[in-house]
C-alpha cells in the first residue's frame, strides 16, 4: 500500500503584489496551491491509498473563500471520486489552540474519507487487508497539552500562566505516545505523524529561540524505534534523521531563506516498509547581495550587470522569478541607485523587491524593503499608501483622497 505525506502548504497566504483580478487573490497565492495539485494528480495516478497533509495545511485559521473552493475542487473532490483517504492535522498557523474554537480545517471533512486532528490521539484505516495505524501529533502549545491533556479530568489545573515546553514534551513522551501505541498494537504499520521540531534537524524558516517557547523532541522522546516510520511537518526544509525519521518540508519556497530548497513530498510503501522523496515545482527564487562602500561611483551598473546574467538556455536567470536585490552602502551611494533602470531591467520577472540597508548604521542597520515598480512609480507608491492607511473610510473617501494628492503632486 502506499502513503503520501506533505509538509506544510500554507494555503492562503497573502501577498500584496500581482493580484489576478479575476480570482481575487495574488498569483503567489496561486503559486501555493499548484504543488497540491500535483500531489493530488500523482496519488491518483499512483493509487495511492491515503494522503497526509502533516500540519499547516492552511495559513491561518479562517482564509479566503477563493482558496477553500480552489483546494476542494482540485485536490480534495478528485482524490474523494478515487476513494483515496485524506488526514489531516493541525499546524501552528492553521489551528487554533482553543481547540473548541472552529477553524477552516474543520470544514474540510465533507465525507467519511476525510479525518481532521486537532488534539493528539490516533487514527487506524483498514485497507487491503492492512491496518494502517496512526499516532497524531498535531501542534499544541505547552499551555495547551496541560490544560487540554493533563487536566482532562479537571484535577490538575495549572499553577502558573506559562508552562515549561520540556515538561509538555516528557508528559507526551512518557504518556501520550505509549497509551496511542496500546491502541495501535497489531497494525500492520505503525506511523507517527506530528508538526513539531526534532532535535537535530535544521530549522532554518524558525525564529531565534523558537525551541525555548515550544514543544521540541529528542528521538528517544518520540519512540522512533516503535513506529515504522516518523513525519513531522512545522520545519521547512527537507531533511531526514536517520532511516526513520522524515521532514517532507514546504511544499513551496516560502521565503527567501528557501531559494535553493528542492521540495518534495514522501511516498512510503507499507509492504517493503521503504519512502522515497517525489520532487515538486516550485517558483524560481534569486537574490542578488551587493555591499558598495563610499567610492562606490555606479551601483545601478553592478547591479544591472547582475541582472542580466543568463542560464544554459541562454535565457535570464531572472524570467519569472521572485528577485530580492539587498543592497548594503552608505546613504550617498544609496541615493544614486536608479530605480526606473532597474525595474526595466526585472521586467521579466515575477516580482522583484530591494532592501536597501544603510551601512553606516552597522549591521545592525534595518533594512528598508520596497517593491521595485513603487520605487520606479511615485503614484503607485502614494497610492498603495493610502489605500492601506485610509481603507476603512470607505471606497469613495479613497478615490476622493488619491484624485487630490495627484493633483497636489501634478500627476493629473
Given amino acids: 500500500m502506499l502513503i503520501l505525506f506533505a509538509g506544510d502548504n500554507q494555503l492562503g497566504k497573502a501577498f500584496k503584489f500581482k493580484r489576478n483580478a479575476e480570482i481575487g487573490v495574488s498569483e503567489r497565492t496561486i503559486d501555493l496551491i499548484k504543488p497540491m495539485i500535483e500531489i493530488a494528480n500523482y496519488a491518483i495516478e499512483r493509487a495511492v491509498k491515503i494522503v497526509v497533509f502533516c500540519g499547516d495545511l492552511y495559513d491561518r485559521p479562517t482564509i479566503s473563500a477563493t482558496i477553500k473552493k480552489l483546494f476542494r475542487k482540485y485536490v480534495l473532490i478528485p482524490l474523494r471520486s478515487k476513494n483515496i483517504d ?13 481547540l473548541n474554537a472552529g477553524c477552516d480545517i474543520e470544514d474540510l471533512v465533507i465525507s467519511d474519507k476525510i479525518a481532521v486532528k486537532r488534539n493528539m490521539g490516533t487514527k487506524i484505516y483498514s485497507i487491503d487487508g492492512e491496518k494502517i495505524g496512526f499516532v497524531a501529533l498535531p501542534f499544541l502549545t505547552p499551555e495547551t497539552v496541560w ?56 530549522a532554518s524558516n524558525m525564529p531565534d529561540g523558537f525551541v525555548d517557547k515550544e514543544i521540541a523532541f529528542n528521538r528517544t522522546q518520540i519512540h522512533e524505534e516503535s513506529f515504522d516510520l516518523s513525519v513531522f511537518g512545522h520545519i521547512h526544509a527537507p531533511q531526514e534523521l536517520g532511516k526513520k525519521i522524515i521532514v517532507p518540508g514546504s511544499t513551496e519556497r516560502m521565503s527567501f531563506g528557501e531559494r535553493s530548497e528542492d521540495k518534495r513530498f514522501i511516498i512510503y510503501e507499507t509492504v517493503e516498509k521503504k519512502w522515497e522523496s517525489i520532487p515538486l515545482q516550485s517558483r524560481k527564487m534569486m537574490q542578488l547581495d551587493f555591499r558598495f562602500d563610499v567610492k562606490e561611483k555606479n551601483p545601478t551598473g553592478e547591479i544591472l550587470q547582475a541582472l542580466m546574467a543568463k542560464g544554459k538556455d541562454d535565457e535570464l536567470l531572472i524570467n519569472d522569478a521572485l528577485v530580492k536585490i539587498v543592497v548594503y552602502a552608505p546613504p550617498a551611494v544609496l541615493d544614486k541607485i536608479d530605480y526606473d533602470s532597474i525595474e526595466r531591467a526585472t521586467a521579466k520577472a515575477f516580482h522583484a523587491i530591494i532592501d536597501a540597508v544603510n551601512s553606516d548604521k552597522g549591521r545592525e542597520g534595518s533594512a528598508v524593503s520596497f517593491a521595485i515598480s513603487e520605487i520606479a512609480n511615485p503614484a503607485k507608491l502614494m497610492e498603495s499608501y493610502i489605500k492601506t492607511t485610509f481603507k476603512d473610510d470607505g471606497e469613495e473617501r479613497v478615490k476622493a483622497l488619491i484624485e487630490k494628492t495627484r493633483k497636489f503632486m501634478g500627476m493629473s
Fill in 147 to 202: 490544560d487540554v491533556n493533563v487536566n482532562e479530568d479537571g484535577k490538575h489545573p495549572r499553577r502558573s500562566e506559562t508552562v515549561e515546553p520540556t515538561i509538555a514534551a516528557e508528559y507526551i513522551s512518557k504518556v501520550t505516545i505509549p497509551a496511542a501505541l496500546k491502541e495501535i498494537d497489531g497494525c500492520t504499520a505503525k506511523i507517527l505523524i506530528g508538526h513539531y521540531h526534532v532535535l537535530g534537524t535544521r
Fill in 86 to 98: 485524506v488526514l489531516v492535522i493541525g499546524g501552528n498557523h492553521d489551528s487554533p489552540q482553543q
